[in-house]
């Protein structure tokens, strides 16, 4: 009975598998109290020291060419409005550094260090390739995985030399920019159940 109540629910964004039982539950205080009641036993397995609150948001980067695009921003509006998103942005695209192009990039490896993710954005591709690639490049050798966004209203595919770089591609959607950020930064299961309303003859 059970199984048959939490199955109907729409999976949160908080959603994470774990009971003693082996059920597929949601992890917010209600389903757990429901768990703890009809396990007989609290929940084990929980992985409190990666999963995303607002005390430990997932740290980002969004590639830039020290300016602040409209693409730029509008990542930025994509995650304010996604629900119990928590992140904070490591790239500071308005602080140019003083110097060289190797000042330049060293600014941008300061950036990118700390961060458990990396947003590609194509958009800047065709204007400052070698400055893309370059972030990219040292993210993939930092161990940073790359969530490329397409190039926003445009159909033309992703560049090889730039989808090579990626992690995952996604569209300009902010619930496959979430989820794709909770894969990659946290290997958090994002998988979503939408409810169905049907009626029994």
């Known amino acids: 009975m059970t199984y048959g109540i939490l199955s109907v629910h729409r999976r949160t964004r908080e959603g994470r598998e774990g009971a003693a039982s082996g059920l597929t539950l949601t992890r917010v205080p209600s389903a757990e109290r429901l768990c703890e009641t009809a396990c007989g036993r609290p929940r084990v397995g929980t992985l409190q020291r990666t999963h995303m609150s607002q005390t430990n948001p997932i740290r980002l980067f969004v590639t830039h060419a020290w300016e602040t695009s409209d ?20 790239s500071t695209p308005e602080h140019r550094p ?8 060293e600014d941008l490896r300061r950036q990118i260090a700390p961060v458990e993710a990396v947003i590609g954005l194509s958009s800047l591709f065709d204007t ?12 993939q050798a930092n161990q940073k995985p790359v969530i490329l966004l397409k190039r926003f209203g ?4 992703v560049p090889k030399a730039l989808a090579d770089l990626a992690n995952e ?11 794709a950020i909770r894969r990659q930064a ?6 979503r159940w939408d409810v169905i309303e049907f009626k029994l003859d």
């Open 169 to 179: 591609i996604v569209d300009w959607d902010e619930r496959a920019l979430v989820d």
């Open 186 to 191: 946290r290997h958090e299961d994002t998988t």
């Open 98 to 105: 003083v110097g060289d192009n190797e000042a330049l990039k």
């Open 154 to 157: 445009d159909q033309r595919p």
């Open 128 to 139: 400052h390739r070698d400055l893309v690639t370059f972030q990219l490049l040292y993210a």
């Open 71 to 90: 693409d730029y921003l509008r990542v930025f509006e994509y995650l304010e409005s996604a629900r119990n998103f928590f992140y904070r942005n490591f």
